[in-house]
């Protein structure tokens, strides 16, 4: 098997390391790819490796010192003279790496390349720059690792203050700023993004970064509010005495495993921490007397939990809702696509194998919907049991048309296709998907195989998708 080519840039796989150091790797790999464009334009020739001799000189100067000064290894007319603005600012070292990043992964992203595994190749390495380039925008001076995953949530609500900011009025922020909790976190976090100690700062610019801490603080707590000791008991409560069987089968295929009561109950104090709902802010596991849960491992996150948990909603309907669970992310799946593509923003480059690609296309296809339904995948009949009004006249109708998803080679412009067979409302569909690297999944194919199937519509009743099914016409 090929070696996977941009796994060591995966801040996963670097625990112990600075930010600093990976953002070096980062720009070296930047570096030999610049140098490896051939052009027969001498002066755009000329750029590139003028910009990979920068990416080198940037690369050890930001290990050693993220937050230096870049003027140290910057000569005037270094990158057409960008970061030579005639002011008394200070360019930092990571500030320039940033920009070589982003700039790096736009060229690997626009290159025209021979075939589809070079193209998506490129894809990847860009994909795993621009993750680099986030991590280091808002952690340039951190250590990979526990503190750092700790924090990140703090840092991503982070707004830094600007000159001449006045620090807010005590009131506001005094319960935040008087937590030990957060006072250590406060101290870590302006570390991690300044260079420096809180403390060594004058008194009004220390009040005004302790007040921007304690808003991002208090942005990430209403998102993350810890449960009562009742609450958590409650959870487990429903746990042991569940109403009634599934409603229906896995989202998708897979292996998925029913969650003991108390695995189930700490899953479900997780995703209640994280997700609330009414004037109450009751957690969500409560609010729908959640009292079944089930989990399958996802490759397309590299090990990340997809979860399913059985509730009963308005008028005793039975749903069923499904969060993604990697990291410090308790993820939704609302049945949009927001939520998918933020955690390809969080995940990197995810989809180097074909059994990751797969499993990405499965949980996209079940769980993205259009207008409030799915285009569903028909890999067998029963992924449509749930939703069957005749079950006998529908197997007879589906029966030869039922397929797994099949890879399908790669398009003109180099993405990933594949073949497949959909459900959508009443109708089914021959399709084909075209997949990037930074999962976009585009339906560029459809063509009707049959209408009017005797299988109800699902409607989702704010994350849980209802066993409540509205009835079709019937087929003539």
């Not at 009292?291 to 039975?318: H, K, N, W, Y």
């Not at 099949?406 to 569909?429: H, I, K, M, N, S």
Request: proline content about 7%; hydrophobic content about 45%; charged content about 25%.
């Amino acid at each position: 098997m090929q070696a996977d080519p941009v796994s060591p840039l995966d801040p996963r796989r670097r625990a112990g390391d600075t930010v600093g150091a990976l953002a070096r790797d980062a720009l070296e790999l930047a570096a030999d790819f610049l140098v490896s464009v051939r052009t027969d334009d001498a002066d755009r020739r000329r750029r590139t490796r003028d910009e990979a001799r920068v990416c080198r000189a940037v690369a050890g100067a930001v290990a050693r010192a993220p937050l230096g000064d870049a003027y140290r290894v910057l000569k005037p007319d270094d990158l057409d003279g960008r970061f030579f603005t005639r002011t008394e600012r200070v360019v930092t070292n990571a500030e320039v790496a940033l920009y070589l990043l982003d700039h790096a992964a736009g060229l690997m992203q626009a290159l025209p390349a021979a075939d589809g595994t070079l193209a998506n190749q490129l894809r990847a390495q860009a994909r795993a720059l621009q993750q680099v380039e986030r991590l280091l925008r808002v952690a340039p001076n951190a250590t990979l690792g526990a503190r750092l995953d700790e924090l990140l949530p703090l840092l991503r609500r982070l707004e830094r203050p600007t000159d001449g900011e006045r620090p807010f009025p005590p009131l506001l922020i005094d319960g935040v700023t008087a937590d030990p909790v957060f006072h250590a976190a406060a101290q870590d976090a302006y570390r991690i993004v300044v260079g420096r100690e809180l403390e060594d700062l004058p008194a009004m610019a220390a009040a005004v970064w302790s007040g921007k801490l304690a808003l991002a603080w208090l942005k990430m707590r209403d998102t993350g509010q810890p449960l009562t000791g009742d609450e958590a008991a409650r959870i487990r409560q429903a746990l042991d005495q569940p109403r009634g069987p599934w409603s229906r089968a896995p989202l998708l295929a897979g292996d998925w495993r029913d969650l003991d009561p108390d695995t189930g109950a700490s899953v479900l104090r997780l995703i209640g921490v994280h997700h609330r709902v009414g004037a109450n802010r009751t957690p969500l596991p409560l609010a729908a007397f959640c009292d079944r849960v089930r989990s399958r491992p996802l490759v397309c996150f590299d090990g990340a939990m997809l979860i399913e948990t059985q509730g009963r909603l308005t008028g005793g309907v039975t749903g069923i809702a499904a969060f993604v669970v990697t990291g410090d992310q308790v993820v939704a799946v609302d049945g949009g696509s927001t939520w998918i593509h933020d955690l390809n923003d969080l995940a990197g480059s995810h989809l180097r194998t074909p059994e990751a690609r797969m499993d990405y296309v499965r949980l996209f296809m079940n769980s993205v919907r259009h207008e409030g339904e799915l285009f569903q995948p028909l890999e067998a009949v029963e992924a449509l049991a749930h939703r069957s009004v005749r079950p006998q006249t529908l197997g007879d109708l589906l029966g030869s048309y039922a397929r797994p998803i099949t890879p399908a080679g790669f398009d003109e412009e180099g993405r990933w296709l594949f073949a497949l067979t959909v459900c959508y409302r009443q109708a089914l569909f021959e399709a084909k998907l075209a997949l990037t690297p930074n999962g976009l999944l585009e339906m560029v194919g459809d063509d009707l195989l049959l209408e009017d199937l005797p299988v109800r519509s699902e409607r989702m009743e704010g994350l849980f998708v209802t066993a409540d099914l509205e009835t079709p016409a019937p087929c003539p």
